[in-house]
Nanobody
Framework: QVQLVESGGGLVQPGGSLRLSCAAS????????WAWFRRAPGKERELVAS???????NYVDSVKGRFTISRDNAKNTVYLQMNSLKPEDTAVYYC???????????????WGKGTLVTVSS
Protein backbone atom coordinates (compact mmCIF):
# COMPACT_ATOMS: atom_id res chain seq x y z
CA GLN A 1 0.00 0.00 0.00
CA VAL A 2 1.02 3.57 -0.72
CA GLN A 3 -0.15 6.51 1.35
CA LEU A 4 -0.30 10.10 0.11
CA VAL A 5 -0.47 13.01 2.54
CA GLU A 6 -1.19 16.53 1.28
CA SER A 7 -0.35 19.69 3.18
CA GLY A 8 -0.13 23.43 2.65
CA GLY A 9 -3.76 24.34 2.14
CA GLY A 10 -5.45 27.17 3.95
CA LEU A 11 -7.11 30.56 3.64
CA VAL A 12 -5.48 33.16 1.41
CA GLN A 13 -6.58 36.49 -0.05
CA PRO A 14 -7.00 36.98 -3.80
CA GLY A 15 -3.63 37.58 -5.41
CA GLY A 16 -1.83 35.62 -2.73
CA SER A 17 0.24 32.45 -2.96
CA LEU A 18 0.32 28.98 -1.45
CA ARG A 19 2.50 25.92 -1.97
CA LEU A 20 0.93 22.50 -1.64
CA SER A 21 2.99 19.42 -0.84
CA CYS A 22 2.22 15.73 -1.22
CA ALA A 23 4.46 13.10 0.32
CA ALA A 24 4.27 9.43 -0.61
CA SER A 25 5.14 6.61 1.75
CA UNK A 26 4.57 2.88 2.15
CA UNK A 27 5.48 -0.01 -0.10
CA UNK A 28 8.02 0.17 -2.91
CA UNK A 29 6.35 2.00 -5.76
CA UNK A 30 7.72 3.36 -9.04
CA UNK A 31 5.87 6.58 -9.78
CA UNK A 32 5.30 7.31 -13.46
CA UNK A 33 3.01 10.31 -13.05
CA TRP A 34 2.24 12.74 -10.23
CA ALA A 35 -0.89 14.85 -10.53
CA TRP A 36 -2.96 17.41 -8.68
CA PHE A 37 -6.73 17.38 -9.03
CA ARG A 38 -9.27 19.70 -7.47
CA ARG A 39 -12.97 19.77 -6.78
CA ALA A 40 -14.53 23.21 -6.39
CA PRO A 41 -17.92 23.74 -4.73
CA GLY A 42 -20.67 22.65 -7.10
CA LYS A 43 -18.23 21.48 -9.77
CA GLU A 44 -16.82 18.22 -11.04
CA ARG A 45 -13.30 17.10 -10.25
CA GLU A 46 -10.74 18.43 -12.70
CA LEU A 47 -7.09 17.73 -13.42
CA VAL A 48 -5.07 20.81 -12.48
CA ALA A 49 -1.51 19.74 -13.22
CA SER A 50 0.58 16.64 -13.85
CA UNK A 51 4.24 15.78 -14.21
CA UNK A 52 5.64 12.62 -15.79
CA UNK A 53 8.82 10.63 -15.34
CA UNK A 54 10.60 12.67 -17.99
CA UNK A 55 9.62 15.87 -16.11
CA UNK A 56 7.08 16.88 -18.75
CA UNK A 57 4.43 19.05 -17.07
CA ASN A 58 0.88 19.83 -18.16
CA TYR A 59 -1.67 22.28 -16.78
CA VAL A 60 -5.32 23.06 -17.19
CA ASP A 61 -5.71 26.31 -19.15
CA SER A 62 -7.18 28.22 -16.22
CA VAL A 63 -3.98 27.93 -14.15
CA LYS A 64 -1.31 28.26 -16.83
CA GLY A 65 1.17 30.97 -15.94
CA ARG A 66 0.08 30.95 -12.30
CA PHE A 67 0.67 27.39 -11.02
CA THR A 68 3.84 25.30 -11.21
CA ILE A 69 4.12 21.58 -10.48
CA SER A 70 7.46 20.11 -9.45
CA ARG A 71 8.78 16.99 -7.78
CA ASP A 72 11.62 15.84 -5.56
CA ASN A 73 12.20 12.15 -6.20
CA ALA A 74 14.63 11.81 -3.30
CA LYS A 75 11.88 12.93 -0.92
CA ASN A 76 9.04 11.15 -2.75
CA THR A 77 7.24 14.48 -2.79
CA VAL A 78 5.40 16.58 -5.35
CA TYR A 79 4.63 20.28 -5.00
CA LEU A 80 2.13 22.70 -6.48
CA GLN A 81 3.18 26.33 -6.28
CA MET A 82 0.09 28.51 -6.68
CA ASN A 83 0.52 32.22 -7.37
CA SER A 84 -1.94 35.00 -8.17
CA LEU A 85 -4.71 33.01 -6.59
CA LYS A 86 -8.30 33.78 -7.52
CA PRO A 87 -11.57 33.03 -5.74
CA GLU A 88 -12.27 30.55 -8.55
CA ASP A 89 -9.30 28.48 -7.31
CA THR A 90 -11.15 27.67 -4.10
CA ALA A 91 -11.39 23.89 -3.93
CA VAL A 92 -10.24 20.75 -2.21
CA TYR A 93 -6.97 19.77 -3.87
CA TYR A 94 -6.08 16.09 -4.20
CA CYS A 95 -2.73 14.47 -4.88
CA UNK A 96 -2.62 11.45 -7.19
CA UNK A 97 0.12 9.05 -8.28
CA UNK A 98 0.18 6.39 -10.98
CA UNK A 99 2.87 3.79 -11.30
CA UNK A 100 4.02 0.27 -10.58
CA UNK A 101 4.17 -1.49 -7.23
CA UNK A 102 6.96 -4.04 -6.76
CA UNK A 103 5.49 -5.73 -3.70
CA UNK A 104 3.67 -7.44 -5.34
CA UNK A 105 4.24 -6.36 -8.92
CA UNK A 106 1.20 -4.55 -10.33
CA UNK A 107 0.14 -1.22 -11.77
CA UNK A 108 -1.69 1.01 -9.34
CA UNK A 109 -3.17 4.46 -8.77
CA UNK A 110 -3.40 6.16 -5.36
CA TRP A 111 -5.16 9.24 -4.00
CA GLY A 112 -4.58 11.50 -1.04
CA LYS A 113 -7.41 12.66 1.22
CA GLY A 114 -7.21 16.26 0.02
CA THR A 115 -6.33 19.68 1.40
CA LEU A 116 -8.68 22.67 1.32
CA VAL A 117 -7.64 25.90 -0.38
CA THR A 118 -9.91 28.89 0.20
CA VAL A 119 -9.28 32.13 -1.69
CA SER A 120 -11.38 34.90 -0.21
CA SER A 121 -11.24 38.47 1.06
Amino acid sequence: QVQLVESGGGLVQPGGSLRLSCAASGSIFIINTWAWFRRAPGKERELVASITGDSSANYVDSVKGRFTISRDNAKNTVYLQMNSLKPEDTAVYYCNVEGVSLAPYHRANYWGKGTLVTVSS
